[in-house]
C-alpha cells in the first residue's frame, strides 16, 4: 500500500557531489521516521543517515560532517545530500521510511517500507 522510490544515483569522481531522493507513495497519513542504509559490495547492509518526525538527526560516522538528511513533509519525500565523497562510500543506497497510511475511512495502520536501491559509484 505504501511504495518508496529512491532516485539520484549515478556515477561521480571523488570529492564529487550526489542528490539521493526518495518518495513514499499511497495515502500517507503521517511519516515518523526517515532513514538511509548502504550496501557496500561484499559488505552487511549498514545506516548511513535518519531523520525523525521532529527532525532531529544521526549519521555515521564515516559520514558525518560530509553527508545531511533532510525531509519534506508535504511531499513525502527526503533526501540525502551527499558530499565530498570517496571511493569507499560506492554502494547500493537504500530509503526506509516508516509512518502512518490510511488503509480505510477514519483508520490508519503503520507501515515501514524499502526502496529498491539506488547505485553510487565514486570513482575516477
Known amino acids: 500500500q505504501v511504495q518508496v522510490l529512491e532516485s539520484g544515483g549515478g556515477l561521480v569522481q571523488p570529492g564529487g557531489s550526489l542528490r539521493l531522493s526518495c518518495a513514499a507513495s499511497?495515502?500517507?497519513?503521517?511519516?515518523?521516521?526517515v532513514a538511509w542504509f548502504s550496501r557496500a559490495p561484499g559488505k552487511q547492509r549498514e545506516l548511513v543517515a535518519r531523520?525523525?518526525?521532529?527532525?532531529?538527526?544521526d549519521y555515521a560516522d564515516s559520514v558525518t560532517g560530509r553527508f545531511t538528511i533532510s525531509r519534506d513533509a508535504s511531499n513525502n519525500s527526503a533526501y540525502l545530500q551527499m558530499s565530498n565523497l570517496r571511493p569507499e562510500d560506492t554502494a547500493v543506497y537504500y530509503c526506509?521510511?516508516?509512518?502512518?497510511?490510511?488503509?480505510?475511512?477514519?483508520?490508519?495502520?503503520?507501515?515501514?517500507?524499502w526502496g529498491q536501491g539506488t547505485q553510487v559509484t565514486v570513482a575516477s
Open positions: 499511497g495515502n500517507i497519513h503521517r511519516i515518523d521516521s
Open positions: 526506509r521510511i516508516a509512518g502512518w497510511y490510511i488503509s480505510r475511512p477514519n483508520y490508519q495502520t503503520n507501515f515501514d517500507s
Open positions: 531523520i525523525s518526525e521532529n527532525g532531529r538527526t
